[in-house]
């Protein structure tokens, strides 16, 4: 991705803006104990807009009736702060590398928002940004209107991350690609951990596993915390404890992805830790490996979201009916709920910079949206059978279950972007035999 990609974003963002100034703000710093930080994450937004990895930064953009404006906020270098974290860009190098109007000194920011908001009446921010910068936009507002002789002064803070999260919702050609090398390490690092699965291994061990294939393949983390579910663990949906053993005759659910250049994966594989899926294993896969094919056969543009959900969940009850897990008339049991209790989440998120990435659902009149090509869904049906739940059989007991792919709208229905996979029973009896 160059600065090409980000300028046009930008110019984007401010066609979409009505008169006023947008303030986006880069992430702060999060303490993880005493004096250690945990490892710097860009907030999504902000980077979406500038590439910019670094903290303390931001990015101001200005529209008038007849004119534009990009500030970018850095912070300056620093001989002291270089010598125990690495140079920052600074101000020349920001000048550089960004394509903005003005590059300026983070420290003189507060001395300047006044006179950056004046004359202006829409104030574009994170509304739940809590952000010391925001503090000083808001402060140099309320300032404003207090001053005698100001005709025009902020009088509407306006929510910038809805018109930000629009536009990153339908993902362009150089944001796909990035996914797909995330997640072509992803499914590296699965392949991997169906290769080197035994018996008597820790969960974590696995993790491990997987973590050095993301490391070793570009120095890139995970997107989200790693889930090794060995057995009944696997009912547990965001079970990250990952410190059992893994048993002979159980599965492993593991859900794990990387993140390349911020842009995420997220891929489950449910597989036999022995290599050999049992009978009643193989049953309660095939029912959700088939319920996942069927729904992503019918993703393409034009169908919504909503109508993807409620088809999933008809699946999902019918594969229960067809196990003698439930009993009756479907209708009837979906009206009830009754398959929540086997399958309590949903069967997908938009994915992108953020691993559920917090794009709108539904349009401006609150109807769900319509695939559209360069939309990024994950689809991920799962069947949970808890170890104490005596309202199944109880061959499938401690069985959970959940597939989980990346899919990718095109203009005549879909790609998945994780077929490589391994994924079918055989699939992955093979890989795990190697
Ligand atoms: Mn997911």
């Not at 995420?264 to 193989?282: L, Y």
């Not at 996942?292 to 009850?317: H, N």
């Given at each position: 991705m160059n600065e090409t990609h980000?300028?046009?974003?930008?110019?984007?963002?401010?066609?979409?803006?009505?008169?006023?100034?947008?303030?986006?703000?880069?992430?702060?710093?999060?303490l993880r104990s005493n004096?250690?930080?945990?490892p710097y994450r860009q907030n999504s937004d902000f980077y979406y807009l500038t590439g910019f990895d670094e903290s303390n930064s931001l990015l101001v953009l200005i529209k008038t009736h007849n004119e534009t404006k990009t500030i970018l906020y850095v912070e300056a270098n620093d001989e002291q702060y270089a010598l125990w974290n690495g140079a920052r860009h600074g101000i020349e190098k920001a000048k550089e590398r960004f394509d903005v109007d003005d590059v300026r000194n983070i420290k003189d920011f507060p001395d300047q928002i006044k006179d950056l908001l004046?004359?202006?009446?829409?104030?574009?921010?994170?509304?739940?940004?809590?952000?010391?910068?925001?503090?000083?936009?808001?402060?140099?507002?309320?300032?404003?209107?207090?001053?005698?002789?100001?005709?025009?002064?902020?009088r509407s803070f306006r929510d910038i991350t809805h018109l930000i999260r629009s536009m990153r919702l339908v993902k362009a050609p150089e944001e796909i690609e990035t996914i797909r090398r995330a997640v072509a390490l992803t499914a590296d690092a699965h392949h991997i951990a169906m290769k080197r699965s035994r018996v008597g291994m820790k969960e974590y061990q696995l993790q491990a596993e997987m973590a050095y294939v993301f490391v070793n393949g570009g120095g890139h983390t995970e997107a989200y915390g790693t889930i090794v579910a060995g057995g009944n663990n696997a009912n547990t949906l965001h079970y990250v404890d990952n410190r059992d053993e893994l048993r002979d005759g159980e599965l492993v659910l593991i859900d794990a992805a990387c993140e390349v250049e911020l842009y995420a994966s997220d891929i489950t594989r449910t597989f036999p830790i022995n290599g050999r899926f049992s009978e009643a294993q193989r049953e309660v896969y095939n029912a959700v490996l088939e319920v996942q094919l069927r729904v992503i056969e019918a993703i393409k543009p034009?169908?919504?979201?909503?109508?993807l959900q409620t088809y999933s969940e008809e699946l999902l009850c019918d594969a229960l009916i067809n196990l003698g897990v439930l009993s009756g008339e479907r209708d009837a049991l979906m009206e009830a709920k009754e398959h929540k209790k086997y399958s309590p989440h949903g069967i997908g998120h938009w994915m992108g910079l953020d691993v559920h990435d917090p794009c709108p659902y539904v349009d401006e009149a609150g109807e769900a949206l319509a695939f559209e090509a360069g939309m990024v869904m994950t689809i991920e049906p799962g069947l949970y059978f808890r170890v104490d739940d005596e309202s199944v059989e109880e061959k499938y007991r401690g069985i959970g279950i959940r597939i989980e792919d990346d899919i990718l709208v095109t203009d005549d229905g879909c790609e998945n972007l994780s077929a490589m996979i391994a994924k079918s029973v055989e699939e992955i009896e093979e890989m795990c035999s190697r």
């Amino acid at each position: 991705m160059n600065e090409t990609h980000f300028f046009n974003r930008r110019t984007k963002l401010l066609d979409l803006m009505e008169e006023g100034v947008a303030i986006v703000t880069a992430a702060i710093p999060a303490l993880r104990s005493n004096d250690t930080e945990h490892p710097y994450r860009q907030n999504s937004d902000f980077y979406y807009l500038t590439g910019f990895d670094e903290s303390n930064s931001l990015l101001v953009l200005i529209k008038t009736h007849n004119e534009t404006k990009t500030i970018l906020y850095v912070e300056a270098n620093d001989e002291q702060y270089a010598l125990w974290n690495g140079a920052r860009h600074g101000i020349e190098k920001a000048k550089e590398r960004f394509d903005v109007d003005d590059v300026r000194n983070i420290k003189d920011f507060p001395d300047q928002i006044k006179d950056l908001l004046r004359e202006h009446v829409n104030l574009y921010i994170d509304l739940f940004d809590d952000s010391e910068a925001l503090s000083e936009a808001k402060l140099a507002a309320r300032l404003l209107r207090e001053t005698r002789g100001v005709k025009r002064h902020i009088r509407s803070f306006r929510d910038i991350t809805h018109l930000i999260r629009s536009m990153r919702l339908v993902k362009a050609p150089e944001e796909i690609e990035t996914i797909r090398r995330a997640v072509a390490l992803t499914a590296d690092a699965h392949h991997i951990a169906m290769k080197r699965s035994r018996v008597g291994m820790k969960e974590y061990q696995l993790q491990a596993e997987m973590a050095y294939v993301f490391v070793n393949g570009g120095g890139h983390t995970e997107a989200y915390g790693t889930i090794v579910a060995g057995g009944n663990n696997a009912n547990t949906l965001h079970y990250v404890d990952n410190r059992d053993e893994l048993r002979d005759g159980e599965l492993v659910l593991i859900d794990a992805a990387c993140e390349v250049e911020l842009y995420a994966s997220d891929i489950t594989r449910t597989f036999p830790i022995n290599g050999r899926f049992s009978e009643a294993q193989r049953e309660v896969y095939n029912a959700v490996l088939e319920v996942q094919l069927r729904v992503i056969e019918a993703i393409k543009p034009g169908v919504k979201r909503d109508w993807l959900q409620t088809y999933s969940e008809e699946l999902l009850c019918d594969a229960l009916i067809n196990l003698g897990v439930l009993s009756g008339e479907r209708d009837a049991l979906m009206e009830a709920k009754e398959h929540k209790k086997y399958s309590p989440h949903g069967i997908g998120h938009w994915m992108g910079l953020d691993v559920h990435d917090p794009c709108p659902y539904v349009d401006e009149a609150g109807e769900a949206l319509a695939f559209e090509a360069g939309m990024v869904m994950t689809i991920e049906p799962g069947l949970y059978f808890r170890v104490d739940d005596e309202s199944v059989e109880e061959k499938y007991r401690g069985i959970g279950i959940r597939i989980e792919d990346d899919i990718l709208v095109t203009d005549d229905g879909c790609e998945n972007l994780s077929a490589m996979i391994a994924k079918s029973v055989e699939e992955i009896e093979e890989m795990c035999s190697r």
